[in-house]
């Protein structure tokens, strides 16, 4: 893929641009390349928003003999996750950047010399302004997407806060809606290194040719530990010797992980201006998405996209938790998210990467996003058929069909609203989207189930069930699923309780312990008992929860205290209900229960 | 407690110490603080030895106006975890310092100038030597103690391989056997920044008066980052600003966090020479304990000495799991170690801070020693009576005595070796020491287990069974005891075949779930089993393993591929054996087994 970078001008001399400091700025010249068709109805556009050292270049070459590619050219193009035969896609340098947007070291037009530090102090929201103005210039009037990682990230979120009428999908990835105190600091250091480097003067080194080289450089290397995990740079590194055998006992750079900083010190030193590091560093710092709001949850209110938020576990600059804030800040305030922790040893750098996970998620939750805007705005209409994968087999503990599942679709009424704890690949939700016309979100904590629930259209977190319900709120959902999956919780009455704090039904599936089979191969072999519905022997199971349907009744009532509204115990091998003597006749059952009695 | 630095000459023009790197260095001045009094027997020393920024002055202040206490007074001092009315401590600045010992600053007699970048390179072995030579200056023929932390650990730790029969016990803390490659990264920057600082000069900075002040700043700033948890460090400063309520705007430190790192920056340049930060730095990075040797096991193979290990699980410079290697190492070297993995929000710098359980574990394992001392080599010999807190109750499900482990103790023979994983607090371990005279080690994954068993002086490694059994040696102990815990064990088959490698013979104990009783509760109320030996309802509840006398014999021999040596089915009520039909009448078991047949 050849690509060329294209350039704009955008606002002038006498139509400045008004920034979130309240300075001006203008003219500005905007660097942006595009890859793919805009299709006749313009609404297949992604826009790619850069990291701290990125550009306009995101993919492709620029030439047939250019050796590198664009630095996210695993993900775009043709096949790709972001399509190039499907999508249209836009990426910029941002505002304030050193390569070809304008920045710091950008001729000032009043003083005919660079900027330095007399350029304007700008925020991430100031940078996603430049974008939108890109956008209406082109004649773009809708993004079916934004997504970035990192301080990339950090737009596309702006992005969903600043215009939600504009932006159908964002896709934040290793990122956050706030730095912490640590990243803060990392980044202080930096600028620090820069600040007090004797060839700053001030920001004014442009004229001389002599750059704050060493500043530059050690920030560099600050930063380039924080982008690496401690495996990542065991693996890569380890305490090799670069050129020896054996100490040289001076201070010369000998372990490989010092020439590889070195390395890195350097090239980033002849390709990145000293200035646009401070401003980019201090624009992520700035960046507070909750800022002028009550809460995150209140920031995200008038959002309207649809949010696929990635983190990568071993990424500590960015780490998880912070994602999974934003994640709970979403769920809070109601909106349509998925969410996976992708396992990954990069670290932060996993997102420039790691293409397989983040590949899948990114294809699948596109397709569904721009499906769902083909037949118009589907959350409140129907759902068009199922296309592909509806009915696929789950990886459920049941070889067959899951007949708890076509059990539990009958319990629920159309058009509501649906969680369902330990959902699987999704499976049930699809089903009850398609068929009952829900809307709903999974949770599990399966990698791979969040990726095939993507696929499916589901809305997906992955979160741990023992730890993370707190932020749905109270009796925001009007069914609570957790369908064969009590067994393995560790904590199933802290779950069970804020399942009736969260659904104004719940529905629990389980196997009875208490069937009569069960109950002889116990009395009379004196063994631990096993069968279709507890198919795992005593040392090789996920089980940790055994309990009968009586089990089950008594803690309903005097743990839980809620109502039973509906008992369906039933028979797995046939998938018929027992309703006589279920505790000894059936092996598994599905119960519904709530905090109100039967209506 | 007033203290004073002490000053020493070591070595002269004439007899200079030779250097591992062939360099020779002399004369050498040492500082050095001492703190309590030395016995006759001049059997209770002390060796306290400083991380990278520390000094001689490690407990109490130099006079009574004197604001600061030195920078281990949290557990040094009368009554306290180095207890100065007992032991004799003596802290030393160490060789290349700046607080004392000669180092870079010093004045080189032969040029008459500072040594500058012309002093010799050194290694923490280099250290130990000169240490070594002051305790025979000092007439200290042995060492109750080596304890330090961090850079003070690798200098204990030195100290163990160095000086074998020199030192009964060491004691290294939050430190590590080798620096990652994260950690030689940080350095590296820190070093960078102090080398390409205008005023360094080769090092010849000290005439002029003029300093590499930031980039020492710089440096420290890093560091500072690395010794503080991302928890720790969002408690202290979050996103707060120092002195306004908005953005400035501009590039002035705002963030507490910033202005916190430009205050510590600061005041280590007051206090602390840029060299000697190169000199340190430089051999931390050096050190390899096991560098020369095969393995980090076969460096350890020499050792002599007691360990306790500690790590701090918030520490992410020399993280927990550098610890767990150097204990593995001394496991499989058949070394007495303890280690204690102690949850601390501090990240590196806990073991400044943190003294509750430290303190009780250092003065728990110090006392052990000093009395096992006291009493001759008492690992081969039989032990004192125990004191105070023998037959102390465990923490157990059982309320009243442990009746099993009465049961077991019978099992084993006098004299014999022991490994007890899920020890509690170390009971039965401990009454094995006193009455059978056996010699082993406990494992458990509970932070008061581990005081608990420290203070019994029990040798006790904070492990978990599921992870952690490999470094474990083939057939390394006579007797392998698992006393109800296989029940809450998740990886059952895994532990027991470990067991059955490392073990001789095998001694499992767990609560027969096909207990009468517990057979007609599930037979006639259809509900899971509740009873003495199975105290928990099925959602409130440790156990994830439910099994019968008749399930674990069975297991035995089709997936151990063991022989069963012995049986005692008990009744835990009375604590009787039950041999009629065991698998209905008893509600606890106790099995021997082994790869080799009864013998």
């Not at 990726?451 to 109270?474: A, I, M, P």
Request: hydrophobic fraction near 35%.
């Amino acid at each position: 893929m050849i690509v060329e970078t294209q350039h704009i001008e955008l606002f002038s001399q006498n139509s400045k641009l008004e920034l979130e400091s309240g300075q001006i700025l203008g003219p500005i010249q905007v660097a942006y390349e595009t890859y793919g068709q805009l299709n006749s109805a313009k609404d297949n556009v992604i826009l790619i928003t850069h990291a701290l050292s990125g550009d306009a270049h995101a993919a492709g070459k620029h030439s047939e003999s250019d050796k590198k590619t664009g630095w996210w050219d695993l993900l775009i193009g043709p096949g790709k996750a972001f399509d190039t035969n499907k999508y249209y896609i836009i990426s910029t340098n941002a505002l304030g950047g050193c390569m070809g947007t304008t920045g710091p070291s950008s001729i000032n037009p009043e003083t005919n010399e660079p900027y330095g530090l007399t350029f304007p102090m700008f925020t991430i929201g100031d940078m996603v302004t430049l974008q939108k103005h890109l956008m209406d210039h082109l004649g773009i009037t809708k993004l079916l997407a934004v997504a970035g990682g990192s301080m990339g990230g950090m737009q596309a979120l702006k992005w969903a806060v600043k215009y939600p009428e504009f932006v159908q999908a964002v896709i934040p990835i290793a990122t956050t809606t706030k730095l912490s105190a640590q990243s803060i600091a990392f980044d202080a250091v930096g600028r620090n290194a820069i600040l007090r480097d004797e060839n700053f003067n001030g920001g004014k080194y442009y004229q001389k040719n002599i750059y704050p080289s060493s500043g530059l450089a050690i920030a560099r290397m600050v930063g380039h530990i924080t982008y690496l995990s401690e495996e990542a740079m065991h693996e890569k590194f380890g305490r090799r010797l670069q050129n020896a055998d054996d100490y040289s006992y001076d201070f010369e750079s000998e372990f490989s992980v010092e020439t590889y900083l070195d390395y890195q010190g350097g090239r980033f030193v002849d390709r990145f201006d000293a200035n646009t590091y401070l401003y980019f560093t201090k624009a992520m710092d700035y960046f507070d998405l909750a800022r002028s709001f009550d809460s995150l949850a209140d920031a995200l209110n008038q959002t309207q996209s649809q949010f696929l938020i990635i983190s990568f576990d071993s990424d500590w600059l960015f780490p998880p938790n912070q994602s999974q804030d934003l994640v709970n800040a979403l769920i809070q305030s109601g909106k349509d998210v998925s969410y996976c922790n992708i396992h990954c040893p990069y670290g932060h750098d996993s997102f420039l990467l790691e293409s397989k996970v983040q590949g899948a998620l990114i294809s699948g939750f596109l397709e569904q996003v721009y499906k769902k805007h083909e037949s118009g705005n589907a959350i409140e209409k129907s759902l068009p058929s199922p296309t592909t994968s509806d009915d696929k087999k789950s990886g459920s503990i049941f070889e067959g069909e899951r007949i708890d599942h076509r059990q539990i679709e009958r319990l629920i009424k159309p058009n509501s609203t649906v969680l369902d704890l330990g959902c699987g690949d999704g499976e049930l939700m699809q089903h009850l989207q398609n068929h009952k016309n829900i809307h709903g979100m999974g949770v599990t904590l399966q990698e791979q189930d969040v990726v095939g629930s993507c696929q499916r259209g589901v809305n997906v977190v992955q979160f741990d069930l023992d730890e993370y319900l707190w932020h749905f709120g109270g009796q925001s959902y009007d069914y609570a699923v957790l369908s064969q999956t009590l067994q393995v919780v560790r904590r199933p009455e802290f779950v069970l309780k804020e399942m009736l704090r969260i659904g104004r039904q719940v529905i629990v599936s389980f196997p009875n312990f208490a069937y009569w089979s069960y109950r002889i191969q116990i009395l009379f072999s004196g063994r631990a008992p096993i069968g279709k519905a507890l198919p795992h022997t005593w040392f090789d199971k996920e089980s940790v929860n055994y309990l009968s349907i009586k089990d089950f009744e008594e803690f309903v009532e005097s743990r839980l205290n809620a109502h039973i509204i509906e008992r369906i115990p039933l028979l797995s091998r046939s998938g018929k209900q027992r309703s006589f003597m279920p505790n000894l006749f059936a092996d598994e059952a599905i119960f519904v229960i709530s905090q109100q009695k039967r209506t």
